[in-house]
């Protein structure tokens, strides 16, 4: 006579296996979810240096919401277009050059001009360290924002959108979020209406040109590349012209 052995106890699956069930039921009600709690946090940035470097921090959660296995579809993946790259870019800088110029026409280059509080964020950062919010600056300009801004907006936000409508819509759609975030870094603290109606136009045009980079490359991180670029070359831009 043989003796069943009993069956294995099924283990439940943890709380990020069944957030990812969920995400996969419905991608863009998580992913909006995701960006308003995103934006808020960041818009409250305006108030306070702590909240500002925490939504950019927790930007990057956004790939946690989706399994590994997905990132690629998200956008998380080298591109090998590098042609398509090099083009997307020069793109980019031309937005960024001409909402760099346009703002000095219509606005100058003091306060009411968005681009001359970029340098402004990290004055200070550092106490008595110049040289340290310069490092920081450059870091965060190039490297770090570009990215978790990329993954989240170019990356998951604009799948999710991508995925319910069409490529066009994530397009004009993610740009439009960006650009409405970028209130918590420009506009509000101190209160300036011709900053934020500067601001808001200019990085949406800057969105529409990253959009079109991560449509034409398949890769948020082809698009962190290009922002990085750009970033810094607005950067040295407003340094150079103020």
């Given at each position: 006579m043989t003796t069943r052995r009993p069956a294995p106890p099924t283990r439940r699956p943890g709380p990020l296996t069944r957030l990812h069930r969920r995400t996969e039921a419905d991608l863009l009600t998580t992913a909006v979810v995701l960006f308003a709690l995103l934006a808020a946090v960041r818009v409250a940035g305006a108030f306070s240096f702590v909240l500002m470097a925490l939504s950019v921090a927790l930007s990057a959660t956004a790939l946690l919401v989706v399994g590994r296995e997905r990132w690629p579809t998200m956008g998380v993946r080298r591109s090998d277009r590098t042609g398509a790259l090099v083009v997307c870019?020069?793109?980019?800088?031309?937005?960024?050059?001409?909402?760099f110029l346009a703002n000095r026409a219509v606005f100058g280059t003091a306060d009411d001009n968005w681009t001359s509080w970029v340098p402004r964020i990290f004055d200070g950062l550092v106490p008595g360290?110049?040289?340290a919010d310069a490092v920081a600056m450059v870091l965060a300009m190039g490297v770090l924002v570009p990215l978790v801004e990329?993954?989240?907006?170019?990356?998951?936000l604009f799948r999710a959108v991508?995925?319910?409508w069409n490529t066009h819509v994530a397009i004009v759609t993610t740009a439009a979020g960006w650009a409405a975030v970028h209130l918590g870094d420009y506009g509000l603290n101190p209160?300036?209406?011709?900053?934020?109606?500067g601001v808001l136009p200019s990085v949406f045009f800057m969105g529409l040109a990253l959009g079109i980079c991560r449509a034409v490359t398949g890769s948020a991180l082809a698009c962190a590349a290009a922002q990085g670029v750009c970033n810094l070359l607005l950067l040295g831009a407003v340094l150079l012209w103020a």
């Amino acid at each position: 006579m043989t003796t069943r052995r009993p069956a294995p106890p099924t283990r439940r699956p943890g709380p990020l296996t069944r957030l990812h069930r969920r995400t996969e039921a419905d991608l863009l009600t998580t992913a909006v979810v995701l960006f308003a709690l995103l934006a808020a946090v960041r818009v409250a940035g305006a108030f306070s240096f702590v909240l500002m470097a925490l939504s950019v921090a927790l930007s990057a959660t956004a790939l946690l919401v989706v399994g590994r296995e997905r990132w690629p579809t998200m956008g998380v993946r080298r591109s090998d277009r590098t042609g398509a790259l090099v083009v997307c870019t020069v793109v980019v800088a031309l937005v960024y050059a001409e909402a760099f110029l346009a703002n000095r026409a219509v606005f100058g280059t003091a306060d009411d001009n968005w681009t001359s509080w970029v340098p402004r964020i990290f004055d200070g950062l550092v106490p008595g360290a110049p040289w340290a919010d310069a490092v920081a600056m450059v870091l965060a300009m190039g490297v770090l924002v570009p990215l978790v801004e990329e993954v989240c907006y170019r990356g998951v936000l604009f799948r999710a959108v991508e995925e319910r409508w069409n490529t066009h819509v994530a397009i004009v759609t993610t740009a439009a979020g960006w650009a409405a975030v970028h209130l918590g870094d420009y506009g509000l603290n101190p209160l300036n209406v011709k900053v934020v109606c500067g601001v808001l136009p200019s990085v949406f045009f800057m969105g529409l040109a990253l959009g079109i980079c991560r449509a034409v490359t398949g890769s948020a991180l082809a698009c962190a590349a290009a922002q990085g670029v750009c970033n810094l070359l607005l950067l040295g831009a407003v340094l150079l012209w103020a």
